[in-house]
């Protein structure tokens, strides 16, 4: 899975080089890209201030989790799965439920 400048980002088969989906939603270049624990979504974060939940299976985007008014630089799943977490230059961490998209708790600092 790759994060691109062009404002997308990518799933791959690595044994074989093949590309596998494009993932095209963003509007600015997206700067973090995670895998779920269980391999069946995928997270990308982007300087156009969201973050997004990606099916693994068809590269359809199932969320945007919006609330950040600066760049998100990072994104990353709980171990669990159940959460979202993402890094913006506001200053903030923001915890969102993987499930619902909705955003639980704002961390400030």
Same mark, same amino acid.
């Given at each position: 899975?790759?994060?691109?400048?062009?404002?997308?980002?990518?799933?791959?088969?690595?044994?074989?080089?093949?590309?596998?989906?494009?993932?095209?939603?963003?509007?600015?270049?997206?700067?973090?890209?995670?895998?779920?624990?269980?391999?069946?979504?995928?997270? =990308? &974060?982007?300087?156009?201030? +969201?973050?997004?939940? *990606?099916? %693994? $299976? /068809?590269?359809? !985007?199932? #969320? @945007?989790?919006?609330?950040?008014?600066?760049?998100?630089?990072?994104?990353?799943?709980?171990?669990?799965?159940?959460?979202?977490? =993402? &890094?913006?230059?506001?200053? +903030?961490?923001?915890? *969102?439920? %993987? $499930? /619902?998209?909705? !955003?639980? #708790? @704002?961390?400030?600092?």
């Amino acid at each position: 899975l790759t994060a691109s400048t062009d404002t997308t980002a990518a799933l791959w088969v690595a044994e074989s080089g093949t590309r596998i989906h494009t993932l095209k939603g963003h509007d600015d270049p997206v700067v973090s890209a995670a895998f779920s624990p269980d391999g069946n979504l995928l997270l =990308t &974060a982007s300087h156009d201030c +969201t973050a997004k939940l *990606w099916s %693994a $299976q /068809s590269g359809e !985007c199932l #969320r @945007t989790l919006r609330g950040h008014p600066l760049v998100v630089n990072s994104a990353a799943f709980s171990p669990d799965g159940a959460f979202v977490v =993402t &890094a913006s230059c506001d200053r +903030t961490a923001k915890i *969102w439920s %993987a $499930q /619902s998209g909705h !955003c639980l #708790r @704002t961390l400030q600092g």
